[in-house]
């Protein structure tokens, strides 16, 4: 059964809240609340190796014990073809870069998850630009030091079929190592969830594009709560659909903006960042990120944007979101090209 919200019922009273200092009650362990506020301590986290600047970046996930955040940028620019630069890296809390790896692998970093094991799960979505032949199209598993131990999909080639993606725009693996597949990014992707078992054999595959539930237009982001349910951010849809691990569809919610990030933290709280509603897609919706219960759907904090464009007609703020063992928020931005960490107070 869905459960639709009114966008406008449940977020424009925790707007004021946080545009009078990026405060709220945010959901917290069991069944209570805490005052929570933020602080954006820096616009610019993570010191790079060699003196480089971030390039766009969306992907981002904390280590198992939340004492480390990864990140992979798309080497200094918006696309690492060509690019001898490591994209993929781990910086502990401060933002000290602790090791990288990558070089010459990746196309297009996207989405990015890191299992109870400290393996590290990369989507290379590919990206608008045209690449040459034999890039993208895959996930990578990577171990913490980072070690090759798999690639999922034909690198370079685009499908739909049991073995190839097109476009991935994230993947998470369930506690019983089922692997999922947002596929895929934009309007050239394929608009499906892909299951594939631990061992990365094909189980199936839910959705097409679409505005009905169960139906896709670009979805960009994955999360899992603790009743192992699947939370799909279906981004050009402006909602969010839950599905459990079969695909069966269980509820809809447009109320966390038009997500282009997700995270779901042990204590289920979720993390939603908007990083494209504006006056053309998603109109009359702030974008920001948004923090919720992932148990009852309500609203509870909203973190706006920190540099809107002034008509609001573009992307930026925070695309990927990421969350430490002490509740700090780490965003993502491919627009400003930067890692923004907000301190929780």
């Known amino acids: 059964m869905s459960r639709r919200f009114s966008t406008t019922a449940l977020r424009a009273p925790v707007l004021i809240a946080a545009f009078a200092g990026v405060s709220a009650c945010a959901q917290g362990a069991a069944d209570a609340t805490d005052e929570v506020s933020y602080t954006a301590a820096d616009s610019a986290w ?7 600047a ?3 970046v969306s992907a981002i996930y904390p280590t198992p014990d939340g004492m480390g955040i990864w990140v992979a940028e798309r080497c200094g620019a918006n696309l690492c073809v060509d690019s001898d630069v490591n994209p993929v890296m781990l910086f502990d809390l401060d933002g000290n870069l602790v090791r990288s790896f990558g070089a010459g692998m990746i196309a297009w970093p996207h989405g990015m ?11 290379d979505a ?4 045209p690449v040459p032949e034999g890039w993208g199209h895959v996930i990578y598993e990577f171990s913490p030091e980072g070690e090759l131990l798999r690639t999922l999909g034909r690198k370079g080639v685009a499908g739909s079929g049991e073995d190839t993606f097109t476009k991935p725009s994230d993947v998470l693996v369930a506690p019983d190592g089922s692997i999922f597949v ?7 992707g394929n608009n499906r969830i892909v299951k594939l078992a631990a061992d990365g054999s094909f189980l199936l595959a839910w959705g097409e594009t679409g505005e009905a539930d169960g139906e896709f237009q670009d979805p960009h982001a994955l999360a899992m709560d603790s009743q192992g349910r699947l939370f799909v951010g279906d981004r050009g849809n402006s909602r969010i659909q839950i599905f459990d691990q079969d695909g069966n569809h269980l509820e809809t919610w447009t109320h966390f903006g038009r997500p282009s990030g997700l995270f779901i933290d042990d204590h289920d709280v979720l993390y939603a960042a908007d990083s494209e509603s504006n006056t053309r897609r998603n109109p009359g919706v702030t974008r920001g990120i948004t923090i919720g219960s992932a ?8 973190i706006p944007d920190p540099e809107p464009d002034p008509d609001n007609s573009g992307t930026s703020g925070a695309e990927g979101i990421a969350v430490d063992a002490h509740g700090n928020l780490y965003g993502a931005e491919v627009g400003p090209q930067t890692v923004r960490k907000y301190v929780r107070n």
Do not use: I
């Open 46 to 52: 993570g010191a790079l190796p060699d003196g480089r």
């Open 54 to 56: 971030y390039g766009a």
């Open 113 to 123: 998850f890191v299992g109870d094991d400290g393996n590290v799960w990369v989507a």
């Open 126 to 129: 590919v990206g608008y630009a």
């Open 182 to 188: 947002a596929d895929g990014h934009d309007a050239g």
């Open 295 to 302: 148990r009852t759907g309500e609203v509870t904090t909203f």
